[in-house]
């Protein structure tokens, strides 16, 4: 049978006809705006990696200008001084806060690093002695994930809901340091000495804890490195 030529003529087009012929139609339109997506996603990428760049270069002028703060005014009174000492927390608090704002984990242990060594004695409330500080760097509520703060001396600092997952603490001296709630998770914590430390409610799961002390230490409510939790009058090791 002949095709009826003016039944096709009449009949409605195909929707891929129609498709192919918008295409032609509207090709450079839709060459444009493809391009133009491209282009705005390149720039955005672009943006974020300049971001990014920023504010490590901020991160790091920061924190040297920092130290070289400190540095002068530990120079000028290298002995216990209470004016000296109450600048140098002072400070310590500003950048700790700055750096936690720019979510910079290695250079906020930089920091705890370097006071530690000059002077661990600014972590913690000094009392019975002929100055009496109450004021201290106060190392709590910060992020020091996946960052190394080994050999050092944290004694009595208080780090409460402090994130150190997988932080290495090998033979670091946190004795008497106050840690409720702080997350050693994955941590590194072998020959660590936690004698008389507040571990309530801390998460110690799969830490690794090879000849670390937990002499006297308070561990109720902790979670062990089995991943099971201490219960009440876990003092010196975890009862489960």
């Known amino acids: 049978m002949q095709p009826d030529f003016y039944t096709l003529y009449k009949a409605e087009p195909s929707f891929f006809y129609k498709l192919k012929q918008f295409a032609k139609q509207r090709g450079i339109e ?11 996603i390149a720039t ?11 504010e490590i ?29 109450l600048l140098m927390i002072a400070r310590t608090e500003a950048i700790i806060e700055d ?5 910079k984990p290695d250079k906020l242990a930089s920091v705890v690093v370097f006071i530690s060594n000059l002077n661990p004695r600014l972590l ?14 106060y190392l709590g509520e910060i992020n020091l994930s996946d ?28 004795e008497g340091a106050f840690l409720r709630k702080a997350n050693f ?18 998460n110690l799961k799969n830490a690794s ?3 670390t002390s937990f002499e006297n230490a308070n561990l109720e409510g902790a979670v062990w490195v089995n991943g099971i939790r201490c219960k009440k009058g876990s003092i010196g090791r975890c009862a489960y």
């Open 30 to 40: 839709l060459t444009i705006a493809i391009v133009g997506l491209f282009v705005g």
């Open 185 to 202: 998770e994955d941590a590194i914590l072998d020959f660590a000495n936690l004698k008389d430390t507040s571990l309530q409610g801390a």
């Open 124 to 137: 913690h409330e000094v009392k019975n002695t002929e100055i009496n500080r109450e004021k201290y760097i």
């Open 44 to 54: 955005v990428m672009v943006s974020y990696k300049v971001g990014k760049h920023q």
């Open 147 to 174: 960052t190394r703060l080994s050999n050092i001396d944290l004694q009595q600092a208080a780090m409460p809901y402090t994130n150190m997952k997988s932080c290495d603490l090998t033979h670091t001296n946190l």
């Open 57 to 85: 270069l901020q991160a790091s002028r920061m924190t040297d200008s920092y130290f070289n703060g400190i540095v002068d005014l530990y120079a000028k009174s290298p002995d216990e001084n209470q004016r000296i000492n």
């Open 209 to 211: 804890i090879f000849k």
């Open 99 to 103: 750096l936690q704002r720019l979510n």
